[in-house]
């Protein structure tokens, strides 16, 4: 469409190329994302889908270590120059930073929240109930919540999961408040967690978009739709998971969000088996966010949250 087109930084209406994945729930809030750009700054953006071999082979994506996977494939176009940006779902990404790679800008957060996906509410569900979850964070707090509950370990993208509810398979299943609106499949909460009942992961309900760092026509671009408070929020939350060199699989549940000018930090490490929890919160400056999630996960290591982490059922 735009093929031997000058992409420079004066040539403007040329459109950016948007790399996405092309499951409903990336097209979905790529396409939120384009608007959202055209509509701040009149530059046109076209969603160039990219099938990484994550969505070839689901075996690949548990062989590499969950998500990263789908990550990684966008960050190559980007790297190569075949697309100008991608958006990712923030909790996807590593916390480590990627040489040639920019955090260019993170939108207003969604409902950071995990959803209850069954007819009932937890408390309404029967002794024994199978619930089904593949995040150890997830597992932990559920466990903790409602010990006689059956928590299974299953995989799949939402709608295969929510299908396993429907088909009688399982009782219920949790899964991101944000992803179920996106695919719009809000019809099969029965209840969202309130934060003191379940922390999420860190970075849930946010996006991120990324773009080669060296392009600073771009960054400025992008940046046009980054929120700042988002950014001050999920900063404080992935500090705590560099410092505990966490991943998105780990039972690590956390929540940032600003009251009155002051910036609120809550964090969970839970056992596995959701016998021991250590949960703490503190409150500092939004400007200081990196160091209020440093210092709440050094709290949390100098209660034994190290420990914690490694113990499996
Ligand atoms: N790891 C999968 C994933 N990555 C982002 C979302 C939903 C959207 C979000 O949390 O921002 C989901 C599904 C889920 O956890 O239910």
Do not use: W
């Amino acid at each position: 469409m735009s093929e031997g087109l000058s992409r420079g930084p004066g040539a403007a209406g040329v459109p950016l190329r948007l790399g996405t994945r092309k499951s409903l729930m990336a097209t979905t809030q790529s396409q939120r994302v384009a608007d959202l750009l055209t509509e701040r700054t009149g530059r046109p953006v076209e969603l160039v889908g990219v099938t990484t071999q994550g969505d070839v082979s689901k075996a690949l994506v548990a062989q590499m270590g969950g998500t990263g996977v789908f990550v990684n494939a966008l960050r190559d176009k980007i790297l190569s120059g075949e697309v100008d940006f991608a958006v990712h779902s923030l909790k996807d990404l590593p916390t480590s930073e990627t040489p040639g790679i920019a955090l260019a800008a993170t939108p207003r957060r969604d409902d950071p929240r995990d959803a209850l996906c069954a007819p009932v509410k937890l408390a309404d569900l029967p002794r024994g109930a199978r619930i089904g979850t593949g995040s150890p964070r997830r597992m932990a707090q559920l466990r903790a919540l409602r010990p006689d509950l059956d928590v299974v370990p299953i995989r799949g993208n939402a709608d295969t999961r929510l299908a396993k509810v429907t088909d009688g398979e399982l009782d219920a299943v949790v899964l991101a408040h944000a992803g179920l609106k996106r695919i719009g499949r809000l019809e099969a909460v029965g209840e969202v967690f309130d934060t003191d009942q379940m922390l999420p992961a860190p970075g849930q309900g946010a996006l991120a978009l990324e773009c080669r760092s060296d392009r600073t026509d771009l960054l400025e671009l992008l940046g046009t739709v980054d929120d700042a408070a988002t950014r001050r929020a999920v900063t404080a939350e992935r500090s705590i998971l560099a410092v505990l060199e966490a991943g998105c699989s780990a039972p690590v549940g956390t929540y940032a969000a600003e009251i009155d000018e002051k910036l609120h930090l809550t964090a969970t490490v839970a056992a596995y088996d959701g016998s021991r929890q250590i949960r703490l919160s503190a409150s500092g400056h939004p400007d200081a966010a990196e160091q209020l999630g440093r210092d709440l996960a050094d709290r949390l290591l100098a209660q034994g949250a190290d420990q914690l982490m490694g113990e499996r059922d």
